[in-house]
T-cell receptor
Framework: SAVISQKPSRDICQRGTSLTIQCQVDSQVTMMFWYRQQPGQSLTLIATANQGSEATYESGFVIDKFPISRPNLTFSTLTVSNMSPEDSSIYLC??????????FGPGTRLTVL | GENVEQHPSTLSVQEGDSAVIKCTYSDSASNYFPWYKQELGKRPQLIIDIRSNVGEKKDQRIAVTLNKTAKHFSLHITETQPEDSAVYFCAASTDTGNQFYFGTGTSLTVIP
C-alpha cells in the first residue's frame, strides 16, 4: 500500500480566493490523480498529475481553474482558483501502485462562503 | 469511454444476512475491477479487487464475482455486521491503471 497525507484537512474560504492543497506520498509513484467528491456523490476525476509535464484534465475541468503541480514522484498540489460556493466539496488525491491498486489520501474538505 | 453502472443505490439488511451489490461496465478493454468502502467522513478504502482472468475472489466475508461475457461484476458480503455499514463503490480500469471509472455508489446499512 501507500501512505498518503493531504494538507489542509479542511478549510473555509471566501469566494474569489484560491486554495492550494498538498498531497504527499511515502514512496515514489508514477500515477497520481486528483478527484472531487460532492456530498453523497461518487468520485469525479479532475486530472492526472504528471511528473515533469502538464497535468491531463478531464472534460469539464481546466488548468486555469485547477492548476496542478507535480515536481517529483512523491508530491503534488492542486489549486482551486477564484473559488465560488459551487467549489465546496471534498478533494482527494490518489496514487496507483503495483498491480493497479489505487489508494486515496484522507481528503480536503473545502467550504466556500 | 467506459460507463459503470451500480445497483442498488441504497441497501438495508439485517445483521447476519448477506448483501449483494452489482455493477455493469461497457468497455471490454477494462480488466481490473476494484471495490472501495467509504465510511462517513473517511477516505475510500480498497477492500477487494478482481482481474479479468479470474471469475471469483474471496477474502473472509467478502467475495467478488466477474462475468466478462455479460460485463458485470458483483460484491457479496456474508454474515453482515453493523461495521459493514458504509458506502461501497465499484470501479473499472485497465492494466495500465491510468484511468478509473467509478460507479455511483451503494449506501449499505446493516440493522443490528
Amino acid at each position: 500500500s501507500a501512505v498518503i497525507s493531504q494538507k489542509p484537512s479542511r478549510d473555509i474560504c471566501q469566494r474569489g480566493t484560491s486554495l492550494t492543497i498538498q498531497c504527499q506520498v511515502d514512496s515514489q509513484v508514477t500515477m497520481m490523480f486528483w478527484y472531487r467528491q460532492q456530498p453523497g456523490q461518487s468520485l469525479t476525476l479532475i486530472a492526472t498529475a504528471n511528473q515533469g509535464s502538464e497535468a491531463t484534465y478531464e472534460s469539464g475541468f481546466v488548468i486555469d481553474k485547477f492548476p496542478i503541480s507535480r515536481p517529483n514522484l512523491t508530491f503534488s498540489t492542486l489549486t482551486v482558483s477564484n473559488m465560488s460556493p459551487e467549489d465546496s466539496s471534498i478533494y482527494l488525491c490518489s496514487v496507483v501502485v503495483h498491480g493497479n491498486e489505487q489508494f486515496f489520501g484522507p481528503g480536503t474538505r473545502l467550504t466556500v462562503l | 469511454g467506459e460507463n459503470v453502472e451500480q445497483h442498488p443505490s441504497t441497501l438495508s439488511v439485517q445483521e447476519g444476512d448477506s448483501a449483494v451489490i452489482k455493477c455493469t461496465y461497457s468497455d471490454s478493454a477494462s480488466n481490473y475491477f476494484p471495490w472501495y468502502k467509504q465510511e462517513l467522513g473517511k477516505r475510500p478504502q480498497l477492500i477487494i479487487d478482481i482481474r479479468s482472468n479470474v471469475g471469483e475472489k474471496k477474502d473472509q466475508r467478502i467475495a467478488v464475482t466477474l462475468n466478462k461475457t455479460a460485463k458485470h461484476f458483483s460484491l457479496h458480503i456474508t454474515e453482515t455486521q453493523p461495521e459493514d455499514s458504509a458506502v461501497y463503490f465499484c470501479a473499472a480500469s485497465t492494466d495500465t491503471g491510468n484511468q478509473f471509472y467509478f460507479g455511483t455508489g451503494t449506501s449499505l446499512t446493516v440493522i443490528p
